[in-house]
Structures are given as structure tokens and as C-alpha cells.
């Protein structure tokens, strides 16, 4: 059975956003280096995952699935052990449905026989997708089933949950087993979708927390238009590294898994400098899992400053603030809207979780102007005033 798998949303990298089919075992040795050498796995990335495209177009003569020999000639097992010497852990990836969505064998039918492959292979995690799923069998029972088969396959195996928010994934999820969920369609590198998933998850902030959390999509942060992929990213797409920096922000706050998407052999020092914030990543990984919420009440619609609120273990709170506009715009909260009435006599000391540097002490509100697509995230300690 597995052992508190997805206490706090899990971090790693994921093959697909910059790579798509063209993986192979250097690649991801080169990657799991990397993890090492730059600092990613002492920030707490764990994970290295590969996604689609892994495997040979049929199973072999036993019915199991098969590396394909040409981009792994060592095989899964070779490739796991070699990520585990490094102090990682090795993710990989079928689906739910007949063929997974590159087409490739997927597991519909064989959950039992792939979950012991995956465990003789020596897989940490599986991240399940849900295309070309059968008709007549519910999408709740097709995770089901590879839940099941996951714990109890004999060896500790994350179940990463991909079915994009359709059929109501968040009412049935956590009955499966998963320790994270996808709950929309895939990101792309640009503003407006990193945008556009953020808000499509802030009414599901309560439907996910500790074992199973909401998994908004693997970041572009780093990318730059670097995918091999026209509807992913590509030339002319690709975001500023102040919208990296409110991406990586927003998902940090609203717990969503921390799986990068970029290439991590070729970061920039800037792409280092958001994927390595530990004050961000605290946020994320804080024990408790609360669930944020929006402060303002006037919600998501529109553009301007939204708010997001996150209780931490300790009594802090995390606040951060997003300019969603294409102006510079002033961002204010009145600390009565938290629960903190001023005749308390108390107030808050903020902490810049960018900046790393305390403000200083605040009563009643705080206010900042904040550039276009920037955002500002802040640790507020409660002090007397
Ligand atoms: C779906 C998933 C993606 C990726 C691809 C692989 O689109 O949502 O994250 O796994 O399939 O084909």
C-alpha cells in the first residue's frame, strides 16, 4: 500500500511540454544531472517523468508493454536505476483508454499486468491520461481500476491522474487513489492560457487538498517558445520572465503539483531564479494543504489585481496579489476581509516572498502598485501593532 504519497503536491519535471515524442535515455539521464548538479532536487523536485511516446507500437508476444529499443536500447529498468542512484525517483506514463493520446498501446484492460511491469521496472510514479476511452464504461471506474492495481502492485507508485477535468473529475477523483488530478486541458506558452487555467480552478479550490491534489497542468516557466510542438509553444509563443514568475506564483499558492515543462539542461539564470524560489516552493509544500480562496469579492471576471489567500501551518498567511491587466494597476486588501478585525490591535508583518526581505509592519490594509502581468506574494506574520 502506498506510503503518504501526496502529502504535499508533488514536484518533478515532465517530458512532454518541451519534448513530446522525441525522448529518449540521455535525455533523461541528462536531466536527472541536471536536477542534481543546478539545485532542483534539494529545492524538493523529485520526480522525472517521461510521458507519451515511450513505448513500441504493439505489446509483446506475453501481452506486456515494451520500450521502444531505438530511444531507450537499455530499457525501463537500466533507466529507472539510473534515476534512483541519483536520488530521484522515475515516472512514467500510459492511459486509461484503448491507446494513449499519441496513439502508442495503453493499459484499458491490462491495469493488473502493467501496474506489476511498471513495479518490476522499479516506477515511482504513473501519470494516467483519458483518450480513447471505451465507450460504455465510466471514466470513475477505468481510474478505479488502475488505482486499485497501483496499490497493490507491491511497490510505492504515485497515480498522476490525467483525465482534464471531464466528467466531473473532481466529484470522483479521490475515490480512486490519486495523489493529483489534472483538472484542464493542456497548457500552452503563453500568457492567456496560464491565465485562463488559473481561473477555470478557483471554485475547485475545496475539491483537492492532502493525498490528491489539483494538478492545473505541467509549467511552461523556462520555455520561452522552446517546444518542439506548434500548439504547446514553438516559435512565437513563449512568455516574459515576469509571467513565468506569476505562473510559477499562482500555482505554487493554489497547490497545484510543481512539474516543469522546460528543457533544464539550457536554463536561464532568471528561469533558475523562479523554479528554485524556496519561499514560493514553502508555499506550495506547506504541510497542511489549505485550500486558497480569492479575497476579492468582485471574483475572476475582468481584469485588474485578484487576490489569492493561503493559511500556512505556523499562523502565517500567504497572500498573493496578480496583475492580470496589461497596465500597471494598484493592488490593496483590507485585513478585515481575512478574519482580522484593526480594533485587535493587531496587524500583520509582510514578508516579499520575491524580494526576500521583510516590509515590515502593516495595520488594517496593505497596498502596492504592481506592473502588468506581475504579481506580488507575500508571507504576512500576525504581530501586535
Ligand atoms: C494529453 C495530456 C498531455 C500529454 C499528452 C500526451 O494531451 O493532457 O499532458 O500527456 O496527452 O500525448
Not at 529518449?24 to 541528462?30: D, I, M, S, T
Request: glycine share 10%; with cysteine.
Amino acid at each position: 500500500m502506498p506510503k503518504n504519497l501526496g502529502k504535499t503536491p508533488p514536484m518533478g519535471w515532465n517530458s512532454w511540454n518541451t519534448f513530446t515524442h522525441a525522448i529518449n535515455e540521455e535525455l533523461v539521464k541528462g536531466v536527472a544531472d541536471v536536477m542534481v548538479e543546478s539545485g532542483l532536487k534539494d529545492c524538493g523536485y523529485e520526480y522525472v517523468v517521461i510521458d507519451d511516446c515511450w513505448s513500441l507500437k504493439e505489446r509483446d508476444a506475453n501481452g506486456r508493454l515494451q520500450a521502444d529499443p531505438e530511444k531507450f536500447p537499455s530499457g525501463m529498468k537500466a533507466l529507472a536505476d539510473y534515476v534512483h542512484s541519483k536520488g530521484l525517483k522515475f515516472g512514467m506514463y500510459s492511459c486509461a483508454g484503448t491507446h494513449t493520446c499519441a496513439g502508442y498501446p495503453s493499459s484499458f484492460e491490462h491495469e493488473f499486468e502493467d501496474a506489476a511491469t511498471f513495479a518490476e521496472w522499479g516506477v515511482d510514479f504513473l501519470k494516467y491520461d483519458y483518450c480513447f476511452k471505451p465507450e460504455g464504461i465510466p471514466g470513475h471506474l477505468l481510474y478505479k481500476r488502475m488505482g486499485m492495481a497501483l496499490r497493490n502492485c507491491g511497490r510505492d507508485i504515485l497515480f498522476s491522474a490525467c483525465s482534464w477535468g471531464a466528467d466531473n473529475t473532481h466529484d470522483w477523483i479521490r475515490q480512486t487513489g490519486a495523489q493529483m488530478f489534472r483538472s484542464t486541458g493542456d497548457i500552452q506558452d503563453n500568457w492567456n492560457s496560464i491565465v485562463n487555467l488559473a481561473k477555470s480552478q478557483f471554485d475547485r479550490q475545496s475539491q483537492q487538498g492532502v493525498y490528491c491534489w489539483n494538478d492545473i497542468d505541467m509549467l511552461v516557466v523556462g520555455m520561452h517558445g522552446g517546444s518542439n510542438n506548434g500548439f504547446i509553444g514553438g516559435d512565437g509563443m513563449g512568455c516574459t520572465d515576469i509571467e513565468y514568475k506569476s505562473h510559477f506564483s499562482m500555482w505554487a499558492i493554489m497547490n497545484s503539483p510543481l512539474m516543469i515543462g522546460c528543457d533544464v539542461r539550457n536554463m536561464t539564470d532568471a528561469t533558475k531564479e523562479i523554479l528554485m524560489n524556496k519561499d514560493i516552493i514553502a508555499i506550495n509544500q506547506d504541510p497542511e494543504g489549505r485550500a486558497a480562496y480569492v479575497l476579492d469579492s468582485s471574483g475572476w471576471a475582468g481584469i485588474g489585481v485578484k487576490i489569492i489567500i493561503k493559511a500556512l501551518e505556523n499562523g502565517d498567511y500567504a497572500v498573493g496579489l496578480f496583475n492580470f491587466g496589461d497596465h500597471r494597476a494598484q493592488g490593496t486588501f483590507a485585513f478585515w476581509d481575512m478574519g482580522l478585525p484593526t480594533a485587535s490591535g493587531l496587524g500583520f508583518e509582510m514578508y516579499d516572498c520575491w524580494e526576500h526581505k521583510t516590509e515590515g509592519k502593516f495595520s488594517e490594509r496593505y497596498t502596492v502598485d504592481i506592473d502588468a502581468h506581475d504579481c506580488k506574494v507575500l508571507r504576512a506574520k500576525l504581530v501586535k501593532m
